[in-house]
T-cell receptor
Framework: TQLLEQSPQFLSIQEGENLTVYCNSSSVFSSLQWYRQEPGEGPVLLVTVVTGGEVKKLKRLTFQFGDARKDSSLHITAAQPGDTGLYLCAGVESNDYKLSFGAGTTVTVRA | SQTIHQWPATLVQPVGSPLSLECTVEGTSNPNLYWYRQAAGRGLQLLFYSVGIGQISSEVPQNLSASRPQDRQFILSSKKLLLSDSGFYLC????????????FGPGTRLTVL
């Protein structure tokens, strides 16, 4: 059983559309990270959120951390083919060195 | 700036052969180091992590072992590979503080035949 549940597992949209990816858990996290991974490469850190209710924006990407620090979402506005990839959320429980990863959401943006 | 290297990039090995994957980090001291395995298109499974030289924590009992002979070097090994050891292996580092984000290497694609 995954500590972090991501949904949907797959998402295919047309260029210009918006999309949202969800990351949910019954556990409380001291911080949560989002990564994007392209085939054959390592994941690249996009953002870290640490405060309940926090919203961070990175160009067309908006990240939100739930008030209770148990869930997060990633929203992409006007998606582009370059946004295609595997999006992974990962959480850190208090006093721990380890990240717990979700199973990932594969996003495909069609031109 | 910090960089992380992994080699080899790809590896094809017969069942029963030994394995050694190497990971090195530059530009930082006392990093926490991690080995993950990833199935195709899926999340990451933590295999080992280390908070210092000679200190290894194993997360999943299996056919693999890890060692940290130097501060910025992390090695993943096996004496005899199994078919199920095939996968994409990723090394990562984080600053030596609790709960920090991790930075990943380029990965090694291992195929066991």
């Amino acid at each position: 059983t995954q500590l972090l549940e991501q949904s949907p597992q797959f998402l295919s949209i047309q260029e210009g559309e918006n999309l949202t990816v969800y990351c949910n858990s019954s556990s409380v996290f001291s911080s949560l990270q989002w990564y994007r991974q392209e085939p054959g490469e390592g994941p690249v850190l996009l953002v870290t959120v640490v405060t309940g209710g926090e919203v961070k924006k990175l160009k067309r990407l908006t990240f939100q951390f739930g008030d209770a620090r148990k869930d997060s979402s990633l929203h992409i506005t006007a998606a582009q083919p370059g946004d295609t990839g595997l999006y992974l959320c990962a959480g850190v429980e208090s006093n721990d060195y380890k990240l717990s990863f979700g199973a990932g959401t594969t996003v495909t943006v069609r031109a | 700036s910090q960089t992380i290297h992994q080699w080899p990039a790809t590896l094809v090995q017969p069942v029963g052969s030994p394995l050694s994957l190497e990971c090195t980090v530059e530009g930082t001291s006392n990093p926490n180091l991690y080995w993950y395995r990833q199935a195709a298109g899926r999340g990451l499974q933590l295999l080992f992590y280390s908070v210092g030289i000679g200190q290894i924590s194993s997360e999943v009992p299996q056919n693999l072992s890890a060692s940290r002979p130097q501060d910025r070097q992390f090695i993943l090994s096996s004496k005899k590979l199994l078919l199920s050891d095939s996968g994409f292996y990723l090394c990562a580092w984080s600053p030596g503080r609790l709960g920090n984000e991790q930075f990943f290497g380029p990965g090694t694609r291992l195929t066991v035949l």
